[in-house]
């Protein structure tokens, strides 16, 4: 309802974090340049051990800064593209909006009581503060809209469903929330990120696994083909290299809590709210592993040769399909399909307008229905002077498809025309300076154009 509180959660990275001013999240060439002992990094950078619920000792606490307003991205678990000019973009009054900044790495059950006690002194303020001449309701009937932005949705559905939530809320927006986790997450915590040399691979691999946040995003759905059991969840192959039994237990743990208070909550009448799911549905995206005696993981694909459903290959280049929807949905969740990948899904101007009717209270456009399917495949991090290769998917020629490189303002730097490669299939080969880059597939008969970044060492 237009008088309503609107109350936006970012994901990992969306939030800075900082040590005495430094941004200590700033994975950009310049930064990581700068790190002449990576082992020092780590240390830096970690959390420490047994951290479960609870809060960093001294040594390890960050401080919460404000939200990223800037490109992002942090290997395998893809871009943020920032949240400048929010209430603009939205087209609401900026005093309606609320965003909240929170220290990413911890547990999510954390975050969530934090999420409570931020929406209460907001909404106390909201209610006690909105001029009554243009939101007449608010002070006796305004709730909360919940935009989430990737793991902000996890946040956001814990505070709901296990810390009381239900009674203030209206609706939720989650754009690429991994409801079931990505399997993304665990090719980073064993040390196969995408795109790193080595050392910077050990280095995220050794910070990211004292996150518990990163722990909770581990896959619950069945991730592992293994050649005794078949198609399984990760908990029935245990152990694998590189992911601790308490995160893979913990991740299901978490699962499991936000679906039993749910099944609670609607035993005992708790009031409801309206669940808008929005996802990408087009890109191939990292959906499994393949686990067997006395042979290395593989990380299954689009390419790999599994008996896996086609469905199960395509998703925002970030999170499955399988993964962007709840695992139980009532009446009252809508899901929303959309062609960009995991970083600029809360960014893109048709969900942008979707967000906006949410905020309004208005019904959901209907939209035509869009017979695309094309996708898009392409590093997270590369060697910069050296070539990478940009892949679109189920593609038409007629499109004449190019690929671009931006930069954070949106001007074009380069461009190279894209060759078929295959049916359906093209290709086109990209070097680049180092730094942080928008790369973009653009069509020159249509208004066909698909982003994301890229960031170059």
């Known amino acids: 309802m237009k008088h309503d509180l609107v109350v936006v959660v970012p994901g990992i990275m969306g939030t800075t974090l900082t040590r005495e001013g430094v941004d200590v999240w700033d994975i950009s060439f310049q930064a990581l340049r700068g ?39 942090l290997p395998d678990l893809g871009g943020h593209a920032g949240h400048g000019n929010l209430a603009k973009r939205l087209g609401i009054d900026p005093r309606r ?10 547990s999510n059950r954390n975050s969530a009581q934090k999420l409570k006690t931020f929406v209460e002194r907001h909404l106390s303020r909201w209610q006690e503060t909105a001029d009554p001449r243009h939101y007449p309701e608010a002070a006796r009937n305004a709730k909360v809209v919940f935009l989430c932005r990737s793991m902000g949705g996890l946040v956001v559905r814990y505070y709901l469903e296990a810390c009381g939530g239900r009674e203030v809320a209206r609706s939720v927006v989650t754009l690429g929330t991994p409801y079931q986790g990505s399997v993304k997450t665990m090719r980073m915590l064993t040390g196969h990120a995408s795109g790193l040399y080595r050392p910077w691979r050990s280095l995220i691999r050794d910070v990211c696994s ?22 399984v969840p990760l908990e029935v192959v245990m152990p694998i290299d590189g992911v601790s039994s308490g995160m893979v237990e913990d991740a299901s743990r978490f699962a499991d809590d936000i679906n039993t208070a749910m099944e609670k909550n609607e035993e005992a009448g708790a009031p409801s709210y309206e669940l808008v799911v929005v996802g990408g549905a087009r890109h191939p995206t990292t959906y499994g592993v393949r686990h067997g005696q006395g042979r290395p993981l593989t990380y ?64 959901l456009l209907r939209e035509l229905a869009d017979d695309d399917e094309t996708g898009i495949e392409l590093p997270d991090t590369v060697s910069a002077g050296e070539e990478f290769e940009v892949r679109a998917t189920r593609a038409d020629a007629a499109r004449k498809l190019v690929v671009q490189r931006l930069t954070e303002d949106g001007r074009i730097v380069a461009e190279v025309p894209m060759e078929r490669c295959g049916d359906g299939e093209f290709r086109a080969l990209l070097q680049t ?19 994301d970044t890229v960031l170059a060492l």
């Open 433 to 451: 300076e180092p730094g942080l880059w928008i790369i973009q597939v653009a069509s020159k008969t249509s208004d066909y154009k698909c982003s």
């Open 35 to 73: 790190l002449a002992d990576p082992a020092a990094a780590v240390e830096r950078l970690r959390l420490q051990s047994g951290i479960g619920d609870g809060e960093p000792e001294d040594r390890y606490a960050l401080e919460v800064g404000e939200p990223i307003r800037t490109l992002r991205q």
């Open 210 to 231: 004292t996150y518990p946040s990163m722990g909770q995003l581990l896959p619950t759905y069945d991730a592992v083909e293994n050649d005794i059991f078949g198609r």
């Open 300 to 363: 299954l694909d689009r390419s790999s040769d599994s008996p896996w459903e086609a469905a199960d290959w395509f998703g925002d280049g970030t999170v499955p399909k399988r993964s962007a929807e709840p695992p139980a949905m009532d009446e009252k969740t809508r899901t929303l399909w959309y062609g960009y990948r995991h970083t600029y899904l809360f960014d893109a101007g048709p969900v942008m307008r979707q967000m906006r009717r949410v905020c309004d209270g208005q019904p």
């Open 97 to 106: 909006l609320a965003v909240f900044t929170y220290d990413w790495r911890l």
